[in-house]
């Protein structure tokens, strides 16, 4: 890789690596993202090599291993290109039929492909698959397309084309010009217009400045920020590059996540990368601007994420959130103007360079332009990554993209924003999802988490659920938050085990409000919509657990009553032996009883009869 | 890194005045310097329990809320950290206010039951019983912060800080076990308001975060002044010979 010195040599590399490349090469791109990795991506992708070597292809067919494709319930991915057939659940031992098939004959592997759960209809092509059809990406786009390990994949797409249209052709003004009226807010939780901080941030005074990208991403379950910095690693540091040379920063660092090592490793590499061909470092492309990202490693703690904690922690004290003003745009790292922005809100900078502002604020809604990943999860079909615009309602990303509920279950509730987003009922299932909409229902946008729930959820437990995950994180610095959670989870404890009472939920309600005014951070203030929205949309679930002692979903155990039909036991005394308080008798042959006294309900005897005789009400 | 919002202490290095008001009264304050201060200046009383004059505000009690901004769009920020603004329209009781207040105190009422100071200002404030679950009766920290700040801006030795989060937050030596670090000065334990810090002098000996210091008497009339250790820590500090600290302030 070569020193680029001007831009007419970046300008003629790019030229002669396209010329080189064929557009026609097949290529066979194996998904290791988060979801396939775990999955046996890399054995799938030693086995098409063996393959590709075997027939002697291996000079033919590119063969990748790359980020996430976005469809993960069908891990391992693999993308057989220029077609753009989409195999899914592929073991190594279904290399030799691919190769055989599809590369050699130009056959689909039937097997393999995309079928929907419904009407049966088979897909092979990435266009025809409803999952895909329905999104729109722009930070997911190159994913399934380059090797993260390449700069010249990065280049070959016209990366850091933005850069040197940031560089030489505008003025730091007219990037934040660009982004301001781009409307991109912020990715990671709230939503603060991006242009408008960096803005604040270059008219503050002190020097020098500097530039962070949030890749904590400590909500359980969400891999959006993970799949971009393991997929497409140089488009965040060029995002980061182009916003350091908008607010005048000479130091830029990426915090990521420990549990992220192979983030870090790609990060890591891509900096190398960009300091020699010399993005990063020194006279970057000759324009007299001098940049430098460093990685820094996060302490594991989901409020570390919380920005001023992120400092705090980056600075070696403990993670601890602090009272905002100032903000970190005024004193953030070491006391320094400092812009902090999320892993997708810097990889979307370059493509608004590219494309421009007024193409973005295009897409979306009045307040939330652009387009928004989220990681669908819970009781949907197609679980994975999405990239949709911002106003795609819930129902289109629930049913067209997810492919409705597994098992044709009936649709309960949607949890947005993470463990502190708030449940959304079916009756809102059409809402275009934006920032302020998933507001005015009592949730958030978060940074992307999409729980879906069916009605085997109880909607007491999810709450206690997420408050005990909050309870668990909460740094303990701040009374309402620290003592406010602990409270939280009691009440809810109380009600599931049925002792709660109605003056409880109008004590829950009361003590929500105090958090959600006074807490220093974030964490506390909205630590109260899993509990606010859950009491709102769905009461009659809490009043039957606390009226009538009743968990109406048959989650909560301690209101659960076992019983055994008499009429379909057949005595065959497999629950007596599993039951750990004896609480269960009757002759052998028998139809058995439960002493309800005596009954622990552990769900064991349940768990334990084959001839569905235990019963639960 | 702590924000040291500025203060009393720090009077002539505050920005200009600027006009805000509070509870309706326009007022005049220097910018930056923190709301409490400002409006304690101006006789508008607010309630504190993690604030002091001498060290840098945290923010961790969330009594001293305020409300700030116009009717609808106000907030609630609490002043010992939140800066003086031009144009700002602060409430130091409004109803919100207040209500965060009483529900601040009941939560820590619920913590520390036996706590006299909580008591005293949880009655102030109408709350006389709580409706919150305490978990241990004996309780008296209420996680103010202020020994660790003490220790660490005003002793300058950082002995002590805050260990765990929510579920087992609490106020620990590096470890748990004896800090090598403490000099045994004592100030974290003058400073607690809920006298949480064990510390017994017996016989010459002092004894804090379960460790003994040995009393240095004075050399002119035999009182104890403090620790030998110490006076040892001043004696490194200063780069005087420590016998010039062996005598009491009183007989100097
Ligand atoms: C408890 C808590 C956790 C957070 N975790 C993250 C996170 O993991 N990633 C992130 O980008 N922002 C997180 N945030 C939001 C950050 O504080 C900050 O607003 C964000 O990084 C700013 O970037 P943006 O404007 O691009 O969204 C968190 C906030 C809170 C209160
Ligand atoms: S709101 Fe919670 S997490 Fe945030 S500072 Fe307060 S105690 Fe810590
Ligand atoms: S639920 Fe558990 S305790 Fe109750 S009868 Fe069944 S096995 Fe025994
Ligand atoms: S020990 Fe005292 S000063 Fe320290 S945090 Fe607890 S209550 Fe505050
Ligand atoms: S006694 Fe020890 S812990 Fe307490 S303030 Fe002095 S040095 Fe710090
Ligand atoms: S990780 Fe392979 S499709 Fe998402
Ligand atoms: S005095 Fe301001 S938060 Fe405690």
Redesign the interface.
């Known amino acids: 890789m070569p020193k680029f010195e001007s831009i007419d040599h970046l300008r003629e590399y790019r030229r002669q690596l396209i010329a080189k490349r064929d557009p026609n090469q097949p290529q066979v791109l194996v998904c290791a993202g988060p979801g396939c990795l775990p999955m046996g991506s890399e054995e799938v992708a030693a086995a098409f090599r063996e393959e590709l070597e075997k027939n002697g292809l291996a000079a033919q067919v590119l063969l990748k291993e790359c980020g996430c494709h976005g469809l993960c319930a069908g891990a391992v991915r693999v993308l057989i290109r220029p077609q753009e057939i989409t195999y899914q659940h592929v073991t190594p031992e279904d290399a030799a039929e691919i190769v055989e098939q599809t590369l050699k004959e130009g056959q689909v592997v039937d097997r393999l492909i995309y079928e929907d759960l419904h009407t049966q209809e088979k897909a092979a092509y990435k266009g025809e698959i409803p999952f895909f059809k329905g999104q729109m990406p722009i930070v997911l786009r190159k994913l399934d397309v380059i090797d993260p390990t390449s700069l010249d994949d990065y280049l070959a797409l016209g990366g850091y084309r933005a850069l040197r249209k940031a560089l030489l052709e505008m003025k730091p003004d007219e990037i934040i010009d660009a982004i301001e009226k781009s409307g991109l807010r912020g990715r990671g939780g709230g939503g603060f217009p991006t242009g408008r901080k960096w803005r604040i941030c270059q008219d503050a005074l002190d020097e020098p400045k500097f530039i962070i990208c949030n890749g904590d991403e400590g909500d359980p379950g969400a891999f959006m920020d993970r799949a971009v910095m393991e997929g497409d690693p140089h488009a965040v540091l060029e995002g980061m590059i182009i916003g350091a040379r908008a607010i005048g920063a000479s130091k830029g660092y990426i915090y990521v996540r420990h549990e992220y090592p192979l983030a870090v490793g790609r990060l890591q590499l891509a900096i190398q990368q960009a300091q020699e061909s010399g993005f990063l470092g020194k006279n970057i492309l000759r324009s007299g601007f001098d940049f430098d990202i460093k990685i820094s490693r996060g302490a594991g703690a989901f409020v570390c994420g919380e920005e001023t904690a992120l400092i705090h922690s980056m600075e070696g004290f403990i993670g601890e959130p602090r009272p905002r003003p100032p903000y970190p745009v005024q004193a953030g790292l070491f006391g320094k103007p400092t812009v902090i922005n999320n892993v997708e809100t810097w990889a979307n900078v370059p493509e608004i360079i590219n494309l421009g502002a007024d193409w973005y604020a295009g897409i979306g809604t009045e307040n939330s332009k652009g387009t928004k990943v989220f990681s669908l999860v819970g009781a949907v079909n197609q679980t994975g990554l999405v990239e949709v615009p911002m106003g795609t309602t819930l129902r289109q990303i629930v049913y067209d993209l997810g492919g409705g509920l597994r098992q044709d279950r009936e649709f309960k509730a949607v949890q947005t924003g993470g463990p502190s987003g708030g449940c959304i009922p079916g009756q809102f299932l059409d809402l275009p999802v934006d920032y302020d909409s998933l507001q005015s229902v009592g949730s958030i946008m978060g940074s992307g988490g999409m729980i879906v729930m069916d009605t085997s959820s109880c909607m007491v437990d999810v709450a206690r659920y997420f408050i005990n995950f909050l309870y668990q994180e909460s740094c303990g610095k701040c009374t309402p938050c620290r003592e406010g959670l602990k409270n939280l989870l009691f009440l809810l404890d109380e009600i599931i085990h049925g002792r709660g009472t109605e003056e409880q939920l109008a004590l829950m309600e009361e003590l929500c409000g105090t958090m959600a005014a006074a807490s220093i951070c974030g964490l506390g203030k909205s630590a109260v919509n899993p509990v606010l929205s859950t009491m709102k949309y769905f009461r009659e679930e809490y009043l039957a657990h606390i009226r009538e002692k009743k968990c109406p979903a048959l989650v909560c155990r301690p209101l659960l009553k076992y019983t055994v039909d008499p009429e379909t036991c057949t005595g065959c005394l497999a629950c007596v032996r599993e039951c750990p308080v004896g609480a269960i008798s009757g002759k052998k042959k028998m139809a058995q009883e439960i002493d309800q006294e005596l009954c622990v309900k552990c769900g064991l005897c349940y768990e334990a009869c084959q001839f569905d005789a235990v019963k639960i009400e | 890194?702590?924000?040291k919002i500025s203060d009393e202490t720090a009077y002539d290095t505050l920005g200009e005045e600027v006009h805000l008001t509070i509870n309706g009264v326009t007022i005049r304050a220097p910018q930056d310097q923190s709301l409490l201060v400002t409006a304690r200046q101006n006789g508008f009383e607010i309630p504190t329990l993690c604030y002091h004059r001498d060290l840098p505000s945290?923010?961790?009690?969330?009594?001293c809320?305020v409300e700030i901004g116009e009717h609808p769009r106000t907030q609630?920020?609490?002043s010992c950290?939140?800066?003086t603004q031009a144009g700002l329209v602060v409430q130091t009781h409004s109803e919100?206010v207040l209500?965060?207040r009483r529900?601040?105190l009941e939560?820590?009422l619920?913590?520390t039951p036996k706590a006299k100071l909580i008591q005293e200002m949880a009655a102030a404030h109408g709350v006389y019983e709580s409706?919150?679950?305490t978990?241990d009766p004996e309780e008296l920290c209420?996680?103010c912060?202020l020994c660790v700040r003490t220790c660490r801006e005003v002793v300058g030795v950082s002995a002590i800080?805050?260990k765990?989060?929510?579920?087992d937050?609490q106020v620990a030596t590096p470890f748990m076990e004896k800090s090598s670090a403490c000099i045994g000065c004592g100030s974290c334990a003058f400073v607690c308001p809920n006298n949480v810090i064990p510390y017994t002098e017996k016989e010459g000996i002092r004894t804090i975060w379960g460790r003994d210091f040995e009393l240095q008497p004075c050399n002119v009339c035999g009182n104890y002044i403090a620790p030998k250790y110490q006076l040892e820590h001043w004696a490194k500090i200063t780069g005087d010979p420590v016998e010039n600290f062996f005598v009491c302030k009183d007989c100097r």
């Not at chain 2, 765990?164 to 579920?167: E, F, H, V």
């Open positions: 890194m702590v924000w945290e923010g961790h009690c969330r009594l809320v609630i920020v609490n950290t939140y800066p919100t209500q965060a529900m601040v939560l820590l619920a913590r409706r919150f679950k978990d209420i996680l912060g800080s805050m765990g989060r929510t579920p937050k």
